[in-house]
């Protein structure tokens, strides 16, 4: 049976039962992946709801680094806009990760239902996106994998909280190794990533500029159905403020976009700078409703088979080494290939993609 507070008998952090379903009452499956299953439950002696994370053990073979790694980042953060790592538990044949229950739904179906959506409210959901990466970074702690899919609301309340989900590819900086690994989901992922250089918590912050992006046109600032034309834009920090889509969008927030949209990631913004800024911290973001053009922007653009696509590591590396582009970057990045109408750039249809999703 399960040691019902503190650790296990052996030290660990992990508490063992033969039998979950002792403990928690499953309700429903909330969604899969590769590697894992995601269940609603309640909590039999608390009527808490709680999110689990279900992972079989002969799925972990070979990962156990992941998980571990995962685990270990979960287990010492703690902010009002993450989503807690509440207990662990491992029965012989599973893995189980009790997760903090949200249950407000994805940012991007949020913003299609509303029926007025704002520059401001933009603002505020990036500002509580940033608040909780300058947190993790803070703690020496990269992301790596920040996009709309891993962005929740906490409750389906009007006023909810945004809550950071999804810390499989997250990484402690200073652990002895320099982070090169090329992961990440390719239209949100830094040039400095794709060139498979060292790179740094400033990644992140690109990937906050190419989801704030989004927010307020609707559309990827990188698209094109070749993926070395795709990577080549990314490379080159290749993006544009397309008319008419931006013509009713601040100046302000075009200059906060491309602060964190810096190709060069010692120019670029930090989390804190990016607070700072006056479309984040002043009354620079505009007021007028732009729901109509985002919202069908957002339908059009990025059906949920279309923006789940991820790439792990290997994935990632085979990918650009097929396309020729591990080794020679240098040479294909010479011919622009930019792609200015976003009717063009942003997907018509679901794209099949080499690559693993992650859990």
């Known amino acids: 049976m399960a040691k019902e507070n503190g650790e296990s008998s052996d030290g660990s952090w992990k508490k063992h039962v033969d039998d979950i379903k002792k403990i928690f009452d499953f309700k429903e499956v909330l969604g899969t992946g590769a590697f894992s299953e995601v269940v609603m439950a309640r909590e039999k002696a608390t009527g808490k709801m709680v999110a689990i994370k279900c992972i079989p053990k002969k799925a972990l073979k070979g990962k156990e680094t992941s998980i571990e790694n995962e685990i270990a980042v979960l287990r010492k953060i703690k902010h009002e806009n993450i989503v807690a790592l ?3 538990y491992e029965s012989s044949n599973h893995l189980y990760l009790i997760m903090q229950l949200v249950s407000g739904g994805e940012l991007f179906d949020r913003i299609v239902e509303k029926g007025f959506y704002t520059e401001m409210d933009a603002s505020r959901l990036i500002r509580q996106v940033l608040d909780a990466v300058n947190y993790l970074h803070s703690m020496g702690i990269v992301h790596r994998d920040l996009k709309p899919e891993n962005l ?10 945004i809550m950071i989900s999804d810390f499989g590819l997250s990484k402690m900086e200073g652990t002895g190794d320099v982070m090169a690994t090329a992961c990440g989901t390719p239209g949100y992922v830094a040039p400095e990533v794709l060139a498979q250089k060292p790179y740094s918590k400033a990644v992140d912050c690109w990937s906050i500029g190419v989801i704030a992006y989004i927010l307020l046109c609707g559309y990827p600032p ?3 159905e070749n993926d070395s034309k795709l990577f080549e834009q990314i490379l080159k920090a290749d993006y544009e403020f397309d008319a008419p889509y931006w013509d009713d969008i601040s100046d302000s927030a075009k200059d906060f976009i491309s602060c964190l949209m810096e190709k060069d990631p010692e120019k670029r913004f930090t989390c804190d700078q990016a607070l700072q800024h006056p479309w984040i911290a002043g009354d620079t973001a505009l007021c007028k409703n732009i729901h109509e053009s985002v919202s069908r922007q957002m339908r059009k653009n990025f059906a949920k088979s279309k ?5 792990n590591a290997t994935a990632v590396i085979r990918h650009m080494r097929r396309l020729q582009l591990g080794t020679s970057f240098g040479s294909s990045i010479h011919s622009n290939n930019s792609v200015s109408n976003p009717q063009s750039r942003a997907p018509a249809k679901s794209q099949s993609v080499d690559c693993a999703p992650i859990c």
């Open 152 to 161: 929740l609301y906490f409750s389906p309340h009007d006023d909810s909280k």
């Open 307 to 311: 923006w789940r696509q991820a790439f």
């Open 222 to 224: 990188f698209y094109d």
């Open 86 to 88: 509440e207990d662990i």
